[in-house]
């Protein structure tokens, strides 16, 4: 666990290059910072709009209060001069978006593997008892998922997210399964209908296809199916998806198909 503290805007600008355009992307700037105690991490810091206060302490105090492999790790923060900058652990290979039309790179166990941690995360932040507060995330998407050098995934991006009492959190997620599975409203009706008239592989890229076990891949359709349910208190929750998903993870191990091209 890395331990989180605040900075010095001087010693972020120093990081960042000043913000320069090197090391930049859509969503922040990529750098290495020098620890108190000697040591040099890479670093992902996201500057927030001054007018974005309540969203910077919102990130900022879950980030320094949820604790779970799956979930990004906070370096620390600098809230001075009207800059709000949230610094993060850097995950080297950047967002899930980056993989997702590629099949040899993201193969279909490593997207159910993606798929469990996820599942994983959302349930320590609804449900853990440890907690007086559940989280609700509500900006869950193929942006703000990372991905670290060995695949694993970490939820980010919390700047919208939403807290409520314990006493609520096994009444409140029932719609927020759904972001999961389809992200793209005009997906949702494409994968509805193509679901109904057993014409699913008719979406799936044929290199991808290839390596799908079908017993697994049914699991997950059925789960997907599921979660977009118009009556949204049919949806099923989080704690009840994963452990499904981890049953098809076993599946699609069990019998596992490299593609042709096949890269680590």
Same mark, same amino acid.
């Given at each position: 666990?890395?331990?989180?503290? +605040?900075y010095? !805007?001087k010693?972020?600008?120093s990081?960042?290059? !000043? ?8 969503a922040?700037y990529?750098?290495?910072?020098l620890?108190w105690?000697?040591? &040099? ?8 709009g001054?007018?974005q206060e ?11 209060s949820?604790k779970?492999?799956?979930? &990004?790790?906070?370096?620390g ?8 900058i949230i610094?993060t652990?850097?995950? =080297?290979r950047?967002s899930l ?7 040899m790179? *993201?193969?279909? &166990?490593?997207?159910l ?5 996820i599942?994983?995360?959302?349930s320590y932040?609804?449900y853990?008892?440890s ?7 509500r ?5 703000t ?24 959190r096994?009444n409140?997620?029932?719609?927020? =399964? *759904?972001?999961?599975?389809v !992200?793209d409203n ?10 109904r008239?057993k014409?699913?592989?008719?979406? +799936?890229?044929?290199? *991808?296809? &290839?390596?799908i076990d079908l017993?697994s891949?049914?699991?997950l359709?059925e ?11 049919r949806?099923?929750n +989080?704690?009840? +998806?994963?452990?499904?998903?981890e049953?098809? *993870?076993?599946?699609?191990?069990e !019998?596992r198909?490299?593609?042709v091209?096949y890269?680590?």
């Amino acid at each position: 666990m890395i331990p989180s503290g +605040i900075y010095v !805007n001087k010693k972020i600008l120093s990081a960042t290059n !000043n913000f320069s355009t090197y090391g930049i992307n859509s969503a922040g700037y990529k750098a290495q910072l020098l620890r108190w105690h000697g040591h &040099v991490i890479d670093i992902f810091a996201r500057r927030l709009g001054k007018y974005q206060e309540g969203e910077f302490w919102m990130e900022v105090s879950l980030l320094s209060s949820l604790k779970h492999k799956n979930l &990004v790790s906070l370096v620390g923060f600098c809230d001075e001069n009207d800059e709000k900058i949230i610094i993060t652990k850097r995950e =080297t290979r950047g967002s899930l978006f980056k993989y997702l039309r590629n099949p040899m790179m *993201l193969t279909w &166990v490593r997207r159910l593997e993606i798929s469990v941690g996820i599942a994983q995360a959302l349930s320590y932040i609804h449900y853990d008892e440890s907690r007086d507060f559940s989280v609700i995330h509500r900006n869950i998407s193929r942006y703000t998922v990372l991905l670290n050098d060995d695949w694993e995934p970490k939820l980010s991006h919390f700047e919208y997210s939403m807290k409520i009492q314990a006493s609520q959190r096994h009444n409140s997620f029932h719609a927020n =399964t *759904l972001r999961i599975w389809v !992200n793209d409203n005009h997906l949702a009706p494409l994968f509805i209908a193509h679901y109904r008239e057993k014409k699913l592989d008719n979406l +799936i890229n044929r290199d *991808l296809w &290839v390596q799908i076990d079908l017993h697994s891949f049914n699991m997950l359709a059925e789960i997907a199916y599921a979660c977009l349910d118009k009556e949204r208190s049919r949806r099923p929750n +989080i704690d009840d +998806i994963a452990p499904r998903l981890e049953k098809a *993870l076993q599946l699609a191990r069990e !019998n596992r198909r490299f593609p042709v091209k096949y890269k680590r």
